[in-house]
């Protein structure tokens, strides 16, 4: 008998244990800091740029065509920004400019990742990318947790010309609730992550993109998050590739988001 009530005492407990889990370790979940230092490819730049609460973090950048619109890319919660070089570049041989933006704790720079901090780091990168890049027309581009870094950046703020939102999910509480649905997330998640709420917020012209079989950020919150601009397209691309426009190997995600570059107005 004793065995037995040690075994109900132990299932009972799981879930007790998995809610501790979750609140403390959420931060393990959410950011996965890529520490290696990012480094310049050839043609590129190394850019150091000063946060408010005084931090200097390294991105890269790259000029394009005179006039031709600036893309700031926030890439998602694994890798760092050298690991989307191969992608800017492609856009770069298009004409645009290209600023990879790098976060505190990922690509070699210093302090930790938060959803606030990054928030932070985000307007940096923004300010930095204005006064770089002055009188250009200026696409915010947010890859899977970059979208929540986006949709928060271009909330309410004039002067964004466009925004890609690649391999999107409407919060993170939503994609915690769809993973652990027995347990309260809502109440435990300090990092959110709020997309969806963003969305009628943003006046430019959205492009969703994302992959039929995205077991990471399913496709439904794509669909949803394009319903939920005022101006929004969405393509879905075959394939479970996540993020779907940098691990597309047929390329369409690509053409895709150069297509929608294409109508973006060059000053």
Not at 38 to 52: D, L, Q
Not at 187 to 203: N, Q, V
């Amino acid at each position: 008998m004793r065995r037995v009530l040690t075994a109900i005492a132990i299932i009972a407990s799981l879930p007790l244990l998995l809610v501790g889990a979750l609140w403390a370790g959420q931060e393990r979940l959410i950011f996965m800091p890529d520490p290696r230092v990012i480094a310049a490819p050839p043609g590129w730049e190394r850019p150091v740029i000063r946060t408010t609460d005084g931090l200097d973090l390294a991105v890269l950048a790259v000029e394009g065509r005179p006039g031709a619109p600036v893309v700031l890319h926030f890439h998602g919660n694994g890798g760092n920004a050298e690991d989307r070089a191969g992608l800017g570049s492609a856009l770069n041989r298009a004409g645009y400019s290209i600023v990879l933006a790098e976060y505190r704790g990922y690509g070699g720079n210093p302090g930790r990742p938060g959803e606030d901090a990054i928030a932070a780091d985000a307007v940096a990168m923004l300010a930095w990318a204005q006064a770089r890049f002055p009188r250009r027309p200026l696409v915010l581009w947010g890859e899977s947790l970059g979208t929540g870094v986006v949709t928060r950046l271009a909330e309410n703020r004039p002067g964004i010309a466009a925004v890609v939102l690649e391999s999107p999910f409407t919060s993170v509480a939503d994609l915690a609730r769809g993973m652990y649905p027995v347990v309260p997330t809502d109440l435990l998640l300090r990092h959110r992550f709020e997309s969806l709420s963003r969305l009628p917020g943003i006046r430019a012209p959205v492009l969703v993109v994302a992959s039929e079989g995205d077991r990471i950020t399913p496709v439904d919150h794509a669909r949803r998050m394009a319903a939920g601009a005022s101006d929004a397209r969405l393509v879905v691309l075959p394939g479970g590739a996540h993020p779907a426009v940098l691990n597309d190997d047929r390329g369409q995600g690509v053409r895709a988001v150069l297509g929608f570059l294409s109508e973006v107005p060059a000053r």
